[in-house]
């Protein structure tokens, strides 16, 4: 017995330059990496400030040597594009329910030992937030979030 | 087995690490990536000190940087794998795991050290 035949067309490794929304597919994973490169550098930092003041100053003025300054600059333009794009997925993603949600009973084919019965369950309708408040309630927290880490880091 | 195990964890931990990256990441990189390294604003040494060693600032940034990489390993390892059309499946996914992995366990000795 062989293993049946089947058909894969294949697919070009630049299959993402073929449409501009490939291509933002694209740009929006590669964003992971800017997350990761901002991970090192966060960490980077914390270890040179747990060195001390002399430690501290090499590094920001690694930091501020162009190529970092440039990459820093790329990863906000990347974070960016991460932020906006996650905020517009997270309604497709999850549910979210206001005040106006409520239970409701209902029944459910569970299975018990190989065999199927009916159960009585509860489940949450109603109230689902449309997903233009779920975005702009995210950007309210982004908002209180910044505000947070700038004072606490500048006052 | 484990692989089925693993994937909803390894998903859960991608969707925190989207989700503390959309909201904390663009104004640390403003910060520290920018208007600091440029000279725009010069916070005082001792007062990053006292913030940085506080507890919960460790805390949050031991949670934050852990959920980062692991949101990165994820990722990469499906544009890898999607995007080059990489066959390397096994070898690909262990590297982005053991690599966040590995990050992970510097960043816990990076704060418990501090």
């Known amino acids: 017995m062989s293993a049946p035949i089947t058909y894969r067309q294949p697919v070009s490794r630049l299959w993402w330059l073929k449409k501009r929304t490939y291509l933002l597919f694209v740009l929006r994973e590669l964003s992971s990496i800017f997350v990761a490169w901002f991970a090192v550098f966060l960490m980077i930092m914390v270890v040179a400030i747990g060195r001390g003041e002399a430690s501290y100053q090499n590094f920001v003025n690694w930091a501020a040597s162009p190529v970092v300054i440039m990459i820093n600059v790329i990863a906000l333009a990347f974070l960016i594009l991460h932020t906006v794009t996650w905020f517009v997925l997270t309604p497709q993603a999850m549910v979210v329910r206001g005040p106006g949600s409520r239970l409701a009973l209902t029944t459910k084919e569970v299975n018990v030992e190989g065999r199927w019965v009916s159960a009585a369950t509860a489940v949450r309708v109603g109230g689902r937030l449309p997903a233009a408040a779920v975005i702009a309630s995210q950007y309210a927290g982004l908002l209180v979030v910044s505000a947070f880490i700038a004072w606490l880091v500048l006052r | ?114």
């Open chain 2, 1 to 114: 087995m484990t692989k089925r195990h693993l994937e909803p964890i390894l998903w859960l931990l991608f969707s925190g690490g989207g989700v503390v990256s959309a909201v904390f990441l663009p104004i640390l990189v403003v910060l520290f990536g920018l208007a600091i390294p440029l000279g725009l604003v010069q916070p005082d040494y001792n007062h990053l000190h006292a913030v940085v060693s506080y507890w919960l600032t460790r805390l949050v940034l031991l949670g934050l940087v852990v959920l980062m990489l692991f949101h990165w390993a994820h990722r990469f390892r499906y544009t890898l794998h999607d995007g080059l059309q990489l066959r390397w499946e096994t070898p690909i996914a262990v590297l982005c795991y053991g690599a966040a992995l590995l990050g992970s366990l510097a960043t816990l000795v990076i704060v418990l050290t501090l």
